[in-house]
T-cell receptor
Framework: GAVVSQHPSRVICKSGTSVKIECRSLDFQATTMFWYRQFPKQSLMLMATSNEGSKATYEQGVEKDKFLINHASLTLSTLTVTSAHPEDSSFYICSASPQGSFAKNIQYFGAGTRLSVL | AQTVTQSQPEMSVQEAETVTLSCTYD???????LFWYKQPPSRQMILVIRQEAYKQQNATENRFSVNFQKAAKSFSLKISDSQLGDTAMYFC??????????FGKGTSLLVTP
């Protein structure tokens, strides 16, 4: 099956620093990737939709200047949490849809990144 | 906006028994997709089953099947012959026209020996 690699799996950083999370589709090309945030014992909340070669579409309430998303190639999307603060601590998950799969509407998920801001 | 409701925060079932997880949704769209995802303690999201709204036939994947009632906007998941490895959070999800997933709050399923 399709594999999505997310790195790092866990990161601890100091308040005020920036952290980059990578999401790669290993065996398929992904026109669209999605970024979700999950608080402990809660559901996944969509943060933004990332389209290759264009600006990301952010959900209401998500600060685009704090959560920078870049989708420079068909296999890589990155999420940068800028000037991180303790309230940004969370579990971040990416997903990717294979090109041409919209008729099947399948998303494959990365294993997630646990961000802890001290 | 679509809403997805899972009314059972926690459920428990004995090994080899059958359990049904409930999900209802609200949408004004006529063509859409519904999914059940499993999130074990590792937190890796795993697709369990999906249903295309225009198909009347209920989807089935081995021990997993759904009861899709479009008019009632209901999409329940039945797990037959439950196994210990089925212990996980189960999320019902609706895919909108923008292809993003809208998740319910989840049901924590515990399979006991």
């Amino acid at each position: 099956g399709a594999v999505v690699s997310q790195h790092p799996s866990r990161v601890i950083c100091k308040s005020g620093t920036s952290v980059k999370i990578e999401c790669r589709s290993l065996d398929f090309q992904a026109t669209t990737m999605f970024w979700y945030r999950q608080f402990p014992k809660q559901s996944l909340m969509l943060m933004a939709t990332s389209n290759e070669g264009s600006k990301a579409t952010y959900e209401q309430g998500v600060e685009k200047d704090k959560f920078l998303i870049n989708h420079a190639s068909l296999t890589l999307s990155t999420l940068t949490v800028t000037s991180a603060h303790p309230e940004d601590s969370s579990f971040y998950i990416c997903s990717a849809s294979p090109q041409g799969s919209f008729a099947k509407n399948i998303q494959y998920f990365g294993a997630g990144t646990r961000l802890s801001v001290l | 906006a679509q809403t997805v409701t899972q009314s059972q925060p926690e459920m428990s079932v004995q090994e080899a028994e059958t359990v049904t997880l409930s999900c209802t949704y609200d949408t004004s769209e006529s063509n859409y997709y519904l999914f059940w995802y499993k999130q074990p303690p590792s937190r890796q999201m795993i697709l369990v089953i999906r249903q295309e709204a225009y198909k009347q036939q209920n989807a089935t994947e081995n021990r997993f099947s759904v009861n899709f009632q479009k008019a009632a906007k209901s999409f329940s998941l039945k797990i037959s012959d439950s196994q210990l490895g089925d212990t996980a959070m189960y999320f019902c999800a609706f895919m909108n026209s923008g292809y993003a997933l809208n998740f319910g709050k989840g049901t924590s399923l515990l399979v006991t020996p």
